[in-house]
């Protein structure tokens, strides 16, 4: 049978063709990741597989078997935020919070990858992401002070 | 229902500010509900020395979640952290008409704050009982009540409530903390929900799931106007995992153990439909909106037109167009219904939780007592979410099915069949003379719907003119529409703003000075007249690119000064300073991040948003197909808040959003030349540099 990790756990995926957001959602209970759209265009439903980001909702949960997968419920380690959560904390970065987990999501996957974005290559990795409230000058600024954040820990 | 152990309880009316003022929009659009019990639970200090503040308004992302724990934490000086806030439980909230309107921290704040100082003076009541001390010596200070002369004698409110059961009524006139003593009040406040939200801790509609609920995919109307003539379910009902497919009335749809399962067999429903077609395009819209102008309405009606445009040395007419334009907050609706025995429990985002409760009452035949709406946290609303019949049908459909039943829209159905913001046309001739004095302003609205208060927000002319008319007209719709931020206020300011420029142009005057020398509101002028100095008005106006307008709403009063640029077939919007005016400020913070959405949203409808549509059908049913703004398009924004402490708290969710569109269309008009009198802006934009 078909399998996935999710955040450390295993889960059996008795139906391949299931939709990999749905599954997230409803078959292991982990609602933190979001429906917004279902056609890939909006990113709340963004989560990491073997630390990609990539949108659930386009996806079948069999097309990852044997992943892992990081959601919005596993970024924080040990009871600390990530940099990224606690970085949207410190800057009021949200409102309603909806799109919030796939913006962290994607956020902590940009700063993995290059450990200093400038302000414009923060707004093209975002851009595949939408807050309909309109926070996107916040959101740009905390992960300006994620990266900030971060940069000083391994400075330490 | 609150808790049994209270300690400290205040109770009071349980609907200050109801009835609406008559004529109000609040008035003629959501009264169908009215307060049952007499008094309700505002406020408890626990025996723990912790405190909860209920209100039925529900948080959507406004922020009034940590405003209200704010007030509170002040009033009765404890640490915001000690103060939890329950919001839109119709079992366990005082009785509330709905979260629209900026009312929020006006009305309801301002209950709890009082509810607050009447508990503080109990508490100073109880502790100079206990200290055997005048209570003039008493003052409360970090959970406890002190002595002023002797701080060694004190003792905290845990201390004072231990094993107590003390009810008092609230008292409207409980001295209120002055500014100039706030600790929490007016400083920067994080987010009391802010690590919920970042760690997917915070449960919306979406995410409610109860044991053996099932997922409903309900057979939707192709058109507005569509009935359904007959289906067929045979196909659907053989489906893997479907429990059955349910029918009241109109009412079809499948129900089946997963939302795939549900969404597949639904799609295999074989549905004819009558009356499918019919109706105006959106092409042919501003038009039709002309011809089917009824029951006009005067809103604003001083000196003669007449005389005024006889007296003008000049007079200039145009017209404006605004199509629909649609909400899209990125929680689609969802509702969760359960039954036991006669007794409904639903889950509901909706801004109105006691309004839908009345409205199901209704639907289901039975009393409202029967019913609880309780309302997790919203994933936006912007007002759309007043109008929520996912709820009902929820509860139809598990009355039907015997077993809870979750019905949610898709993105589609979201963009399809929740309510638009009305399109309107809109007409104004103004009078003028040559130093830029308006002496005559006709301003004739059309907007689309069958609610005329929508149409009239916002249409008076906030500007000194002698001989003013202003008439609103209610236009048939071929669309259903509904509420949005600021309702129809930014469609009214769209035309009166972009007006104001054309007769700046006209007159050969600084659109600043032009507003400037027609304005005497002195709280109008200064938000103007700050947001102009901060913007650097005069060196971007030389620039090119540079727009202004105002606006007023919900009783704040807001300036915008915007930058644009063009790059290639785009305008980008590089930057907007904004001043706002909303009296007292309760979260600064708050308030800021209100005006940074409420001018990314108006972006939208300036340069992208509207609806298409062709015989009842909306063509935009994705968001490849509606674009909104995204990271890339968002502008740098920076709001300076003017208002002062004395002047009590108005609206802040929605007055920035009012000029937003106007001073795009402005900046636009000063960059190419090209006066943008119609939106979306992208759709019409022209190749012609300026002076072409």
Redesign the interface.
Known sequence: MDSLNINGQPYDVPDPS??LL?FI??DA???????????G??G?CTVLVDGQPVHSCTLTAGAVSGGSIT???G??RDGE?HPV??A???E?A????????GF?ITSAALLQRDSHPDEAQ???A??Q????????????RAVECAAAAMEARHGE | MASEQHGLRIVGAAAPGFPPARGSYAGAAYATTSPGAAKATWLEVRPDGSVVAYAGKVE????IRTGFAVEVADELRVSLGAVEVVLGDTARTPWDMGTFGSQSTARTGLQLRRAAATARQALLELAADRLDLPASDLICRDGAVTSRSDAARAISYRDLLADKQIERDLDENAPLTPASEFTVMGKHA??V????????????T??V?VDGMLFAAVLRPPARAARLRSVDTSLAERMPGVAQVARDGDLVAVLAR???QADAACALLRAEWDGADGGPSHIELPEYLVRTGRDPFVTQEEGSLDDGFRAAAHVLESAYFIPYVS??????RAAIAEWKGDQLTVWAGSQRPFGIRAEMAQELGIDEANIRVITP??????GSKSTYPVAAEAARLARVAGAPVRV?Y??ADELVHAPFRPAALIRVKSGFNADGTIVAWQFDAYHAGDRPFIGRRGSETPYAVPHVKVTTYTSESPLRTGSYRSLGGAVNHFAREVHLDEIAQAAGLDPVELRLRNLTHPRFRRVLERAAEAHCWSAAARRRGAGVAIGVDVGSYCALCVDVTRQGAEVRVERVTAALDCGLVVNP??VV??V??????GLGTALFEAIEFRGGRVLNS???RYR?????D?P??ATLLVGDDDVPSTGAGEPAIVPIAAAISNAVFDLTGQRHRELPISRYLGAAPRGA
């Open positions: 299931r939709n749905s959602r409803f209970g982990l609602t933190g990741t979001k429906y917004g759209c279902g056609e265009l909006c709340a959601t919005i419920e970024l924080a935020l959560q606690q949207f904390v410190d009021n949200m409102q309603c919070g909806y799109c919030i987990p962290v923060i707004r093209e975002l851009a992401n939408m807050c309909r409230c309109g926070t996107y000058q916040r959101i740009v | 959507y992302g406004q922020g994080q987010r929900d802010a690590v919920a939200r970042v760690t997917g801790r915070t449960q919306y979406q995410d799931r997963t939302d795939e909400n899209e907050p990125m929680e689609p946290d919203v994933g936006g609303g912007f949610a898709s993105r913070d708050g991040n209100q940074e959405g409420s001018i990314v949203m994705g968001f490849a909104v703004p995204r990271t890339s968002a740098a924004i």
